[in-house]
Each structure stands twice: as structure tokens, then as C-alpha cells.
């Protein structure tokens, strides 16, 4: 059973598990952490992962535009791509943006998206073709 022992406001418990290290364990972990890595304050640290973030949601952003445009321009002039490979059929082609494939197939006065996947996946026809 944890035993309690007050803190510095009177009248308030903690318990005191021995789970967490004392201040002085916490302070020479902490000394030998900046002896190893260097001197990096959080709020450095903080604001490289800020910046990281915001760097990869506008990447998302551009790339999620950039797709649009592309499904936009399959739209406009269908035939344009090439024809999937695996499926060898006229009216389904692919257009690839980036490390994507867009797979889609073309009627007369409409563009159907078939998928939109990671080009290292393997292509799984049947799973394509039965959605």
C-alpha cells in the first residue's frame, strides 16, 4: 500500500508510490541527458517539432490539391493516362502522382476513381475490380 505524505500546500495527499524518481534522481538523470545530447532547452525542442508539423500539414495540403487537379484533369480528357498494366483493359487507366496511383475507369459521360493507393502495395485486380 502507497504511502502518503503531505505536500507543500497544507492539507493536500499525495501518494507516493515509489514509481517516480526524487528530485535529486530526476536532476542527475536530467545533467547527464544535457551532458550527452548538449544544452537544448524544450522550448527549442518544442518549436523544432512546431515547425516540422507545420512543414508536413501544408505537404499534405499541397499534395491533397495537387490531387484534386489531377482527378479534375482525368475528368477533362480520360484517355490521357495510360492503361493498367495488370488489367489490360481500355477503359481503365491509371494516372500516377508521386509515389500514388490513381486507377480509375472512363465512360462516355462519366470518370469513375476505381482507387488511390501507395505504388509499393502489389496490385490486387479482383479487390479493384469488385468495389
Known sequence: MPRLKLSRKKG??????GLTPSNE??????????????????????????TALRTTLFIAKLSGDRVFEIVENIGKFPQMR????????????????????????????KVEILSVYHS????NVQKILNN
Open 12 to 17: 493536500v495527499k499525495q501518494a507516493d508510490t
Open 25 to 50: 534522481e530526476a536532476k542527475t538523470r536530467l545533467e547527464k541527458w544535457l551532458k550527452q545530447f548538449g544544452r537544448v532547452t524544450l522550448s527549442r525542442i518544442l518549436n523544432q517539432f512546431v
Open 82 to 109: 495510360r492503361i493498367v498494366p495488370k488489367m489490360n483493359q481500355e477503359k481503365i487507366r491509371e494516372n500516377i502522382f508521386e509515389t500514388y496511383r490513381i486507377i480509375y475507369r472512363f465512360y462516355e459521360n
Open 120 to 123: 509499393a502495395r502489389l496490385l
